[in-house]
């Protein structure tokens, strides 16, 4: 017999069954890369700032007792207020090849969205534009990225076009190899004709508490930059100094590039450490031991992630991406990164296509974001 159950925030044998559920389904599974707990506590225990604005709903799905499968589904009014839509998300989904248990999850979600009178679901997309989003739909023997780009199950793609989803967009991940790589000849013919002109600029830092310091003007430059894109929430100062804060502890300074027109920031790219071996032995822990392993690898992984990328719309298509890829490729062949990967690359986000093709990079993960109407 299946049975859901909304879980409440302070449950702790509810919230650890949700915790704990994809630690059970992936023990076996090498690509599949853990979130901390910790972290997934706070937000079942709504203590997380999505919660200051918002709502949300979080359901287990039991069979005989023993927990098959889960979901949460929000309501983001500061998206939906901004955006002018009616339309709920959801996230966190994790379920065995049981499409009995996957519907009613997926339909007690519906349910919790039809009621509040929203007439979409989305997903999988986070608390904030900061979390991957999509369900895996190749690739499946690459491991994930970090926390990012989650891996799940094959058969999960069935349950969401099985139900009555359709797709939105699809991001793709793709690979760069260092061995035979040579630097683009039109990068470099980019890079010398700004740095002769003097008004773009992208300048080495040696120290986080440089980068720190200009955290708010970065801040609005991924405000305006990303803007037109559909999925686009304005991040609060709370969301950047978050991000600001996560950023530091997982990168170096000298893998952050920023781009100046004169005097002003008008761009960025984010680059930082693949962590994802030290994630999987954390197992989701996080304890000074563990911290030590993350610090560690970040000095021995091969792999480096290249993850955000924004100009401001003014300044776009005048050449400064090509100038930040050209600092960025300078300071890797100076390394010892073997491989690059760049992440969360919409299909619909041209100038992303083209640096990643200009790059040389193979598209050799998806994931897609689904809808379906109420």
Excluded at 5 to 20: A, H, K
Aim: proline share 4%; aromatic share 12%; charged share 25%.
């Amino acid at each position: 017999m299946l049975e859901v159950l909304e879980i409440s925030s302070w449950e702790r044998g509810q919230i650890s069954e949700f915790i704990d559920l994809p630690f059970r389904l992936y023990v076996n599974t090498p690509q599949w890369v853990p979130p901390f707990r910790s972290e997934m506590r706070k937000i079942l225990t709504r203590n997380h700032p999505f919660f200051e604005h918002s709502q949300a709903a979080f359901y287990l799905a039991r069979r005989q007792s023993r927990t098959v499968g889960r979901i949460g589904v929000f309501e983001n009014r500061r998206f939906n207020s901004y955006r002018d839509r009616r339309e709920a998300r959801f996230y966190y989904f994790e379920c065995a090849e049981d499409d009995e248990a996957a519907a009613v999850l997926i339909g007690t979600a519906a349910d919790w969205a039809s009621r509040r009178g929203l007439i979409e679901l989305h997903g999988p997309h986070g608390l904030s534009g900061m979390d991957g989003s999509g369900i895996q739909i190749d690739g499946f023997e690459q491991r994930a990225t970090m926390t990012m780009m989650h891996y799940n199950q094959p058969y999960y793609r069935r349950f969401f076009e099985n139900n009555g989803f359709t797709k939105v967009r699809d991001y793709y991940t793709a690979e760069i190899r260092r061995q035979g790589f040579t630097m683009p000849e039109k990068i470099r013919r980019v890079a010398e004709i700004h740095y002769k002109r003097g008004h773009f600029r992208v300048p080495r830092f040696r120290s986080k508490r440089a980068l720190k310091r200009i955290a708010g003007q970065i801040g609005d430059v991924y405000n305006r930059s990303f803007a037109v894109h559909e999925d686009f929430c304005p991040l609060r100062e709370v969301e950047i100094d978050r991000l600001a804060d996560d950023l530091m502890l997982v990168s170096k300074p000298s893998l952050i590039k920023i781009l100046y027109y004169d005097d002003q920031v008008v761009g960025f790219l984010f680059a930082f450490p693949d962590l994802s071996a030290a994630l999987q032995r954390a197992r989701g822990r996080l304890n000074p031991l563990r911290i030590i392993d993350l610090l560690t690898e970040a000095g021995r992984t091969d792999t480096l992630i290249v993850n955000g990328a924004a100009i401001l719309p003014e300044y776009q298509k005048l050449g400064g991406n090509g100038l930040m890829y050209y600092e960025l490729i300078r300071t890797i062949l100076d390394s010892g990164y073997k491989r690059v990967e760049m992440v969360q690359i919409a299909d619909t986000t041209s100038l992303m296509l083209a640096d990643m093709q200009t790059l040389g990079g193979r598209v050799y993960k998806t994931h897609r974001i689904y809808r379906r109407n109420l």
